[in-house]
């Protein structure tokens, strides 16, 4: 299968603090790949990097085949060209750790904004997208509802919905359930889930290691902006090599 | 004594409010817009225009309206030996710039108050910096700054009687001398009936708008 997303040894800085230390993964289509790790360890910042939140400082980043960033040989950082980062972006989405939906948009109006003003869908399209969208969602009574109106999962549903609304490649999860109380957190893994297995291209940071276990193709555990180990969910859960990855796994497990 | 010649002082107590009346829109014309515009200034990245804003937010803010009025209106004068425009013009020269340093303070107070994963979400999508603000900031930067701008329209209603100072006919200087040529209360009863008939029109447009923008928190 192609790769989607191809990260080689990136760097970043905030500072004189080195939060990623030179990190490489690929992400294949078709793929779910989990990355844990414990907190400050850079995943956040790894995904805010791929996803033009954060600008590098060495190695490179290819999406779906496509230079983004590539550092030459003298260590010059290069970025891609606007148009070339913009359609890099639109391959890409990002569901946040505490949803970020529009407060004053309809759930129907934060699912067409983009496809819209962006992709320059005509109306009629990105409404039956984003209903189409919603029903997958479980969500189709809440079309007409205002977000504040809506449970954090059920927002959480939505802006995984918003998200895909624009078909991206390669959907990103930072910490998608953190936000939410626990007996929220069933139905948004539930959606992700089924996402995985229709094959949607995805990279999930949680904590939800049992989740992670069973959705994700791939793990990469990260500790302070390295990756200790990465491998099939089997191996990694199944009997990590490192002494790190396995105390980790072990304070998770209780 | 004589007796007061009512329909006299009517009709100029109404050409004064009509005054005060232009004074008031013409300010908000400018200042609404300009504030905005000054508000980007102070939240710029150049350390230069952020720093000359600021200066200029601090003067505008920090001395009396009344002064700046003089100064609007005298300083041409004295300062360069030419004349400025004529007194009507200055007086919303002065209270536009006033006006709009407290507007963009309101604005940015309201802008910075904006959840910074609200422009991330748009930028994710693929909206442009100017469909982010237009479409997804503004909108709720105008939600946050309707109450202290309820409160601002209020005072600029009972500021507009300021430019009696330099003798601009507004409703308060039409009624401080029809009170002085009458020895009688009256014109005084009657501009205080204005401002308030005018504030609590004031007091219902924001009553309206805030419930319009109810319908999300
Ligand atoms: N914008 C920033 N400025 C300075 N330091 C930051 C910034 N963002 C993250 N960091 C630091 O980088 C490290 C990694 O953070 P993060 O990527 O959020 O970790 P994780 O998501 O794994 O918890 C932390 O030490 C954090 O304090
Ligand atoms: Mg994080």
Redo the contacts between chains.
């Keep these: 299968m192609r790769e989607i997303l191809t990260v080689s040894g990136i760097r970043k800085s905030f500072g004189a603090h080195e939060v990623l230390c030179g990190i490489s993964l690929t992400v294949r289509k078709g793929e779910a790949l989990a990355i844990i790790g414990p907190s400050g360890s850079g995943k956040s910042t790894l995904l805010r990097c791929v996803t033009q939140f954060e600008t590098i400082d060495g190695g490179a980043i290819e999406v779906d085949g496509e230079t983004m960033v590539a550092t030459d040989s003298s260590g010059a950082v290069r970025y891609a060209d606007k148009s070339a980062l913009r359609r890099i972006r639109l391959k890409v989405g990002l569901v946040f750790q505490n949803f970020n939906l529009f407060p004053h948009y309809s759930v129907l109006r934060n699912l067409m904004e983009a496809p819209v003003s962006v992709l320059k869908l005509s109306k009629s399209e990105a409404e039956a997208r984003a209903l189409a969208l919603l029903s997958k969602m479980g969500l189709s009574d809440k079309s007409n509802a205002y977000p504040y109106q809506l449970s954090g999962g059920q927002q959480q549903r939505v802006s995984i919905a918003r998200a895909m609304a624009l078909s991206p490649e390669i959907l990103f999860f930072d910490e998608p359930t953190s936000a939410l109380d626990p007996e929220l957190t069933g139905e948004v893994l539930k959606i992700i889930r089924s996402l995985a297995d229709e094959d949607t291209t995805m990279v999930i940071v949680t904590h939800e290691m049992a989740f992670a276990r069973e959705v994700a193709d791939n793990v990469v555990f990260m500790d302070e902006g390295a990756i200790v180990e990465q491998g099939s969910a089997e191996a990694l859960f199944g009997g990590a090599t490192h002494e790190r990855t396995r105390q980790f796994l072990t304070r998770y497990n209780r | 004594m004589h007796g007061i010649d009512y329909p006299l002082l009517l009709r100029s107590m109404v050409r004064g409010m009509g005054t005060s009346l232009s004074l008031f829109g013409l300010t908000l014309a400018i200042t609404l817009p300009l504030g905005l515009v000054i508000s980007a200034g102070r939240m710029s990245r150049n350390p230069v225009v952020r720093n000359s804003v600021r200066a200029y937010l601090l003067i505008m803010r920090g001395t009396p309206l009344m002064l700046q009025l003089f100064f609007f209106y005298f300083g041409p004068y004295y300062i360069f030996g030419i004349r400025g425009a004529d007194r009507f013009t200055m007086a919303v020269v002065a209270f536009g710039l006033n006006y709009a340093a407290y507007f963009a303070e309101i604005y940015r107070g309201g802008i910075e108050s904006i ?1 910074i ?2 422009r ?8 442009t910096r100017s ?1 982010t603000f237009l ?2 900031v503004l ?2 930067v105008l ?1 946050r700054v309707t109450p202290p701008m309820g409160n601002e329209f209020m005072t600029l209603v009972k500021d507009t009687a300021l430019a009696n100072v330099i003798a601009v006919s507004e409703m308060f200087d039409v009624a401080k001398k029809a009170a002085s040529g009458s020895v009688s209360a009256a014109p005084f009863i009657v501009a205080g009936a204005f401002y308030l008939a005018m504030n609590s029109v004031v007091e219902q447009a924001f009553r309206f708008a805030e419930r319009r923008l109810s ?3």
């Design positions: 959840p994963g609200q991330e979400a748009a930028e994710a999508l693929g909206l469909q479409k997804i909108p709720q939600k319908y999300y928190q």
